[in-house]
């Protein structure tokens, strides 16, 4: 294994890296590149007890944002992205940073750049329930009581110095 970050691959666990940039969980309190999408949840503006799940796919750029319970954002349709994928957009670069996103979403960014105006894909059907469901997860482990004992669903995974 190589020193540095080319070992993650071969290990079941991956750094946690700190963000980049501070970020309010308010607004967007769920961001990850997975499943070859930038997905992530984002609060509603006007009703306190809606969620959207928006997501933009890596290389097509096509994008996709509903409610929790999958109904179609309002704003978004045709190649016009709402206001929620512009959300996820900014939070993903204060997470990840810039070069970061872009590398994920196969796009040419340079620092100062926009991402926002660099995605040309259009509106496409993506599953949500899948990000919600992991983005409840996320949430059900800020209810475990703080303990230096591992938690029994993540038994299997090594401790970051067991694997070499």
Known sequence: MN?????????????????????????VPFVELAEGRLQGVVSSGSDIARVYVSSIAAETHHFNCSTNNNRPCGGAGGNYRCKHLKALIDEAVKQYGLERVARYLKVEASDGDDLNYLLQGTQEKAPAAMVFSRFLRHLAYLEVPASPEPLTEMHWFPALGAVR
């Open 3 to 27: 020193s540095g970050e080319a070992g993650w691959e071969e290990r079941s666990a991956v750094r946690v890296v700190p963000p980049v940039q501070p970020r309010k969980l308010v607004k």
